[in-house]
């Protein structure tokens, strides 16, 4: 009986992997297409001054405009186009299509704030990743002190290359933020020697800062960190007034979150633009 068992269940994990298998495939061919098609959009989300509600920077977030299913997240494919290494080409396409919406926002006269893009390990570990960005930059016109690049924790597991790259990345004048800080695995002492201009806490130290004194504690540990080494500090995720309230208090400088606005559209992002100013979290 055992034996049967575990036949059966040998079958079973077999064709769960070809499942896997072809799904994973599938989603490649997908994304191959709406690479070639247009089918990538990038939403925009602004990143606040806590104390004077101006936008002082604005990140962009892929999605996928699938013909049929909508709009898919990136949640749902950020980790295999990482895996099938399809993240390159989709990594250059959002670089590009960033700087050239914050070139033409600039052009149209609004206030010069850095662009955000989230770069995966992956394509940091790229041959050509610093030429590449300094390609773009020159292509699009783009000050490069306007185009920041979002990376995680994880670069940390490869840290004498990721000095060299982020240091060729300083030089060339770009921002440098680490992505969902706090959830890695970040040496400090590393930290401190790394060319890093702010951090961003993860939304979820952010969610519970309230209700939960030990979160807040870690997060005015965080706050107090990077200020102490000169980062700049952003939260992630806020919500409700009372995060505001609370981030205000221990000096945190700014924030994203859909308290202030969730990721729009270009010309959604624009009229917000325009204005200038979020107020209390009132969508304009
Ligand atoms: P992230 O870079 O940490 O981006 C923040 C995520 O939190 C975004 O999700 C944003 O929509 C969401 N968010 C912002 N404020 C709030 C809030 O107040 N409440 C809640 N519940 N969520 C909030 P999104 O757009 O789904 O992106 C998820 C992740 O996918 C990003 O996390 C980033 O790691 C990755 N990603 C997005 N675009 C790109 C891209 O162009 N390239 C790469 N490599 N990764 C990307
Ligand atoms: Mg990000
Ligand atoms: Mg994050
Ligand atoms: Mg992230």
Known sequence: ???ERGK?????YTSKLQEHASRKM???NGLRK???HEHLSLYYQPQVDLETEKIVGIEALIRWNHPMNGMIPPSEFIPLAEETGIIIPIGKWVLRKACEQNMYWQKLGYKTIP???NVSVRQLQEDDFVETVTTILEEVGLDPQYLELEITESIMQNIERSTIILNQLKELGVKIS?????TGYSSLSYLKHLPIDSIKIDKSFIDDII???NQGEMVKTIIN???NLTFNVIAEGIETQKQVMFLKQHECKSAQGYFYSKPLPAEQMEKLLSHGVISNGISL
Request: proline letters at 0%.
């Open 26 to 28: 599938e989603l490649e």
């Open 115 to 117: 662009i955000a893009v």
């Open 1 to 3: 009986l055992a034996k």
């Open 211 to 213: 209700n939960h004194s």
């Open 8 to 12: 059966n269940n040998f079958q079973f």
């Open 34 to 36: 709406a690479l070639e």
């Open 178 to 182: 680490i992505d969902d800080f706090g």
């Open 225 to 227: 960190m990077g200020h």
